[in-house]
């Protein structure tokens, strides 16, 4: 069974940059045709896909965020990291990780269109 757990600041500060962290075990992140995304809900809205890892180590990320988000893995641990620069009080949210087979959801309307997903971590940016 794949698990997968979120960890990081709960609190970050205007124009620094969070960095989160998923630690995933019951799984390789290298195992062929395995997509490992980020997904944020902000208070009060649905859902938004950050980006995602896959299994060759390729990367994909949300145009809106691009210029901020780097997403990079670590195989010897089975981690992969987001770090999103220069956030605001807008980059409040719930942050999750989450893994897909195949296919990557970038419009998900609910966790469970993904295989597997974290219990979430909220991070909230303030001075």
């Known amino acids: 069974q794949v698990q997968l757990q979120e960890s990081g600041p709960g609190l970050v500060k205007p124009s620094q940059t969070l960095s989160l962290t998923c630690t995933v075990s019951?799984?390789?992140?290298?195992?062929?045709?395995?997509?490992w995304s980020w997904i944020r809900q902000p208070p009060g809205k649905g859902l938004e896909w950050i980006g995602y890892?896959?299994?060759?180590?390729?990367?994909e990320y949300s145009p809106s965020l691009k210029s901020r988000t780097s997403i990079s893995r670590d195989t010897s641990k089975n981690q992969f990291t987001l770090q999103l620069s220069s956030v605001t009080p807008e980059d409040t949210a719930v942050y999750y990780c989450a893994r897909t087979e195949g296919v990557v959801i970038v419009r998900p309307s609910s966790l469970d269109e993904y295989d597997h997903w974290g219990q979430g971590t909220q991070v909230t940016v303030s001075s």
């Open positions: 890892i896959g299994y060759s180590g390729s990367t």
């Open positions: 019951g799984g390789s992140i290298t195992t062929n045709y395995g997509y």
